[in-house]
């Protein structure tokens, strides 16, 4: 087989068929294909295909456009009959929970439900991320700090350290979370002291960082002249307060200069499951 050339791009097709909304299979696709740097997916996701119907289009579209196929369908005359025809065209089809599934089955001694969205059910889960994603836009960038007291997590920092983003993907989790920006000059209200149940994350980043993303943000908001807020020294004297604050009130700090929102997030989410363990 001839290796490919690891300084050349190559496109490919990637086919994402499910019955329910694909979004584990564009989240697996991604994650699998970010291993590949010089593969670029061009992807097509053919969602809630219930039907024969819907079937026959999403597989014109694979015959017109032959790549990959991942797929998650619970049907089996729908799920045969796909791979059936992809078989035909000599285009793999992978079903990319079939190997987690078949493990879980043997490891209960008992069968799937074969619900189609099953992990999407309206229950009180579903409802409490609702709930937290509500209660992320309430208290977002500074409102209702009194309110902040019945967060799970409250997240401070200097402009652009990502706080907002960080927010609202920990309420997809299910965690209420809020969060209050550092503004030179400016100390966070002492009602933070006196908080019991949230814990409060100092987010922290390199200063040529928050430098590049806040030019981004000054540029693209049409402001040309350079000020305070995208000082490289200024900007370090910010951080280097910060840091100080948190360490001076003892909160843990994560670094977000690397790490994507998820990963940010996931940090966040193992401090909080120790500081439940210690109260």
Request: hydrophobic share 40%.
């Amino acid at each position: 087989m001839t290796q490919a050339n690891p300084n050349t791009s190559i496109y490919f097709h990637m086919h994402l068929v499910s019955d329910s909304t694909g979004e584990t299979l564009v989240n697996l696709s991604r994650a699998t294909s970010a291993q590949f740097p010089h593969g670029i997916a061009v992807e097509h996701l053919h969602a809630l295909v219930r039907s024969e119907e819907q079937l026959e289009r999403a597989l014109l579209q694979v015959k017109n456009y032959p790549g990959l196929v991942f797929y998650t369908m619970v049907n089996p005359k729908r799920r045969r009959y796909l791979e059936e025809r992809c078989a035909e065209l000599n285009i793999p089809a992978v079903s990319i929970l079939d190997p987690a599934l078949a493990s879980l089955g043997r490891y209960l001694g008992a069968p799937m439900s074969s619900e189609v969205g099953a992990q999407r059910t309206m229950d009180d889960q579903y409802f409490g991320r609702i709930t937290a994603l509500d209660f992320a836009m309430a208290h977002d960038d500074g409102q209702d700090v009194d309110g902040l007291r019945n967060a799970d997590i409250v997240l401070l920092g200097v402009s652009r350290t990502s706080k907002t983003p960080t927010c609202i993907y920990l309420a997809n989790r299910g965690f209420k979370a809020g969060n209050i920006p550092l503004v030179p000059g400016m100390q966070p209200s002492a009602q933070l002291k006196t908080f019991k149940r949230p814990l409060i994350v100092g987010l922290i980043s390199t200063p040529d960082r928050i430098v590049e993303i806040r030019r981004q943000r000054v540029n693209a908001m049409g402001q040309r002249n350079s000020t305070d807020y995208v000082d490289t020294e200024q900007v370090r004297a910010e951080m280097m307060a910060a840091k100080q604050m948190f360490r001076r009130e003892g909160w843990p700090v994560v670094d977000v200069s690397r790490r994507s929102i998820e990963e940010t997030a996931a940090r966040i989410i193992n401090l909080v499951q120790d500081f439940k363990k210690r109260t």
